[in-house]
């Protein structure tokens, strides 16, 4: 049934999850079959499902439509493609749509996680069905008030056959009667969509390019004190003893200093006197988890875990190669960030969360409270690429408000950021091809890892379907992670894939597109190395080694556009990459200027993309190219340096991510045409093109490539611990 939350004089709708009519298409995403595997998405859109309808719609008085999405923007574009939906089923125009965060719902159980490349592909029919609803409505209402039944729906407005007509607000009160009699609410064919599939501009781009748009720290919360904390010297370090405390609580603007157990807190008038103080503080440490770890002995350790292949194969032909890849911090633009309000009796958060029920939970458990007596408010983030998946900026906020006894407002510095944030993990890659009579017919692919942390949420999702996974058992998180995403496009033979992890106690979390970067980056490096020993051409063996029609239709696509083989100066080459996850698959050719080995520069690059049906092309292009800027950063330059408990980075100028000059001026974007359910889009092109770029390296340097970020000196002055 529909249920419905009569605010007079709006129309409030939660819609249902399927359409009742036997013909309509359905509302939740198509899931594989059973024989088939699934994928993480498929995980957990299933673990989503019973609570997927739970979305509500309101259409105010002037017209407009709000949307409350359980999801975070972080800058990839959700709140566009979600109001696109909602137009889309509304015929109202995409200005008069609002979509706004929900705050942390734990009625939606594991429908508020924002990762995986999930979000479009498990909301984009509960959305259509709740717009449905509110259409089906208001229709309704505008019949019983024109009494007639020939209506259409168009620009907002409910019409008549004769041409009368009437706006929606007119009719929000209206259709808000739980008497009113509605006809069957059936989302629209995609044949005729109007918005969906039209390249659009982001609905928040002039307040973010204008500075208009509010992040957490833009938030005005009554008597929030400007807070920074100053961090030990190595990870998870605890405090022992403040020396000078007096003496910090007398500097100019020092309003409190508050010990928790991340460091020591100060809180004062200003930003700039917060930072002042809390490095003036004299801090006896503790000991930290990683202390005696360096990047040489994590390598060692990584390197132990993944047992070598021993002698030549007993049939065939071997290509041997193995990879290492360092620590990558997800260095948002926005550094971690919370506004905590924590009184005797209840709690109050905001922060751009991407797992606020997980973080509402930890918040309560933090300052003694139950989780019913915490409000955590969802706050569009500047950038996220897995890192707000963990709350540890709310929780810390939280802690200091108790400590304090006021609101305060908490803001990392960059260096904190780098050094005690999160990281993808190290890990070390040991591959075996075997190839005999000229086709290949095994792979292997053992990997070590740092341990990754997996606490914020996904994990629980997936010990709720376990019971569905055919990989599951009594896998670990991470492996059900790592089986689940890491699959290839190409019919190689037999294919195994193993993942040891290591715990060591770093800060780590799922980093953009999670183990595919690294392993199936390996893996392309591998395949252009197989072409190599079969004395074949590249993309010809992956045109005869890929599983599915779609898949060579991009990868052709991306060869022709991008005119595979043409011929380059003396120093450039051309590189392909490709990877299939999440329904999507994806290709990359790019061509890199390495006449200085030690300043390569991709200068061109063609990708193709297939996503079933794109919501909004123009934000999947931006997807594509996110992913060619993560490839070019990871492999040429970015990563972090580990001495002695600690990343040396600390800043942009020392994390060497791409600047404006290493990005190609000569980019395009071909998205072929697609229908049916969408595909996820937020992590697929970083493999594909960390594979293209590797390759490319290794075509116009006569070398292979085996240890990544490729030119990775310490070359500047670490800042002081």
Request: charged share 20%; net charge neutral; proline share 6%.
């Amino acid at each position: 049934m529909l249920a419905l939350l009569v605010a007079a004089p709006t129309l409030t709708v939660a819609g249902e999850l399927l359409s009742a009519s036997p013909d309509a298409e359905a509302a939740i995403p198509s899931l594989p079959e059973p024989a088939e595997i699934l994928d993480l998405g498929d995980v957990l859109i299933l673990a989503g499902t019973p609570t997927a309808h739970m979305l509500v719609l309101r259409v105010d008085l002037d017209g407009t439509a709000t949307l409350r999405l359980p999801r975070a923007e972080v800058g990839q574009g959700i709140t566009t493609a979600a109001a696109m939906l909602v137009a889309e089923e509304l015929d109202l125009p995409l200005a008069r749509v609002r979509v706004e965060l929900d705050d942390a719902r734990p009625e939606l159980l594991f429908n508020q996680l924002t990762g995986s490349s999930n979000t479009i592909r498990s909301v984009y029919g509960p959305i259509r069905q709740v717009a449905a609803n509110a259409r089906a409505r208001l229709v309704a209402a505008a019949a019983a008030r024109l009494r007639t039944g020939s209506l259409s729906t168009r620009d907002g407005e409910v019409v008549a056959a004769d041409g009368r007509r009437v706006g929606y607000g007119e009719l929000a009160a209206a259709a808000a009667e739980p008497s009113l009699v509605i006809g069957i609410a059936t989302p629209k064919r995609e044949r005729d969509f109007r918005v969906v599939g039209t390249p659009t501009s982001r609905v928040d781009a002039r307040a973010m390019v204008t500075g208009q748009q509010k992040y957490t720290l833009d938030i005005q919360v009554p008597g929030a004190l400007p807070t920074m904390v100053r961090r030990p010297p190595t990870i998870n370090g605890t405090v022992r003893a403040v020396r000078n405390e007096a003496a910090v609580r007398a500097m100019p603007g020092v309003v409190d200093v508050a010990v928790v157990p991340t460091g020591v807190a100060v809180l004062a008038e200003t930003f700039g006197q917060a930072l002042d103080a809390k490095e003036a503080l004299e801090v006896d440490w503790g000991p930290g988890t990683v202390d005696a770890e360096s990047d040489s002995t994590i390598r060692a350790k990584l390197r132990a875990a993944a047992p070598g292949f021993g002698g030549p194969p007993l049939l065939g032909k071997a290509v041997d190669a193995e990879f290492d890849f360092a620590f990558v911090s997800h260095a948002p633009m926005e550094t971690n960030s919370a506004i905590a309000d924590v009184r005797a009796d209840r709690a109050e958060v905001w922060s751009a969360l991407k797992s606020p029920i997980q973080v509402k939970q930890q918040v309560a458990e933090a300052v003694g409270l139950p989780a019913d007596k915490v409000v955590v408010h969802v706050v569009q983030g500047g950038g996220s690429f897995g890192r707000r998946l963990f709350g540890d900026a709310a929780v810390e906020a939280a802690r200091i408000s108790k400590a304090a006894g006021r609101p305060v407002k908490l803001m990392w510095s960059r260096i904190d950021d780098m050094r005690h944030g999160r990281a993808r993990a190290a890990s070390h890659h040991k591959l075996r091809a075997v190839h005999a009579l000229g086709a290949v017919v095994s792979i292997e692919h053992r990997v070590a890892s740092v341990e990754t942390d997996f606490g914020h949420g996904v994990g629980d999702a997936i010990t709720a379907e376990a019971a569905q996974l055919p990989v599951a058992g009594n896998l670990t998180f991470a492996n059900v992670v790592f089986l689940t995403t890491v699959k290839s496009p190409y019919n190689l033979g037999v294919t195994t894939r193993t993942l040891t992890e290591v715990p060591l106690g770093f800060h780590t979390g799922s980093w953009r597109s999670v183990y595919s970067a690294s392993a199936r980056g390996a893996e392309e490096v591998v395949v252009d190395e197989i072409a190599r020993a079969l004395g074949r051409d590249p993309v010809a063996l992956r045109r005869e080694l890929l599983k599915s029609d779609r898949q060579r239709a991009v990868l052709a696509k991306a060869a022709a556009e991008g005119q595979w083989g043409r011929a380059l100066p003396a120093g450039f080459a051309q590189g392909i990459g490709f990877h299939d996850e999440y329904k999507s698959c994806t290709a990359y050719l790019v061509e890199v200027d390495a006449r200085d080995p030690r300043a390569p520069r991709v200068v061109r690059a063609t990708i193709a993309v297939d996503v079933g049906r794109a919501v909004n092309p123009r934000g999947l292009e931006s997807q594509m190219l996110g992913g060619l800027t993560d490839g070019i950063s990871t492999v040429l330059r970015a990563g972090l340096h580990i001495d002695r408990g600690l990343p040396l980075e600390g800043s942009y100028s020392q994390f060497h991510y791409a600047r404006q000059k290493d990005s190609p001026t000569d980019v395009r974007v071909f998205v072929l045409p697609g229908t049916g359910d969408p595909g996820g889009a937020g992590e697929l092109g970083v493999p594909a093109a960390v594979g293209a770029i590797a390759n490319a390296y290794a075509r116009a340097t006569g070398t292979r490539p085996r240890s990544f970020p490729i030119n990775f000196p310490v070359d500047f002055e670490p800042f002081p611990r």
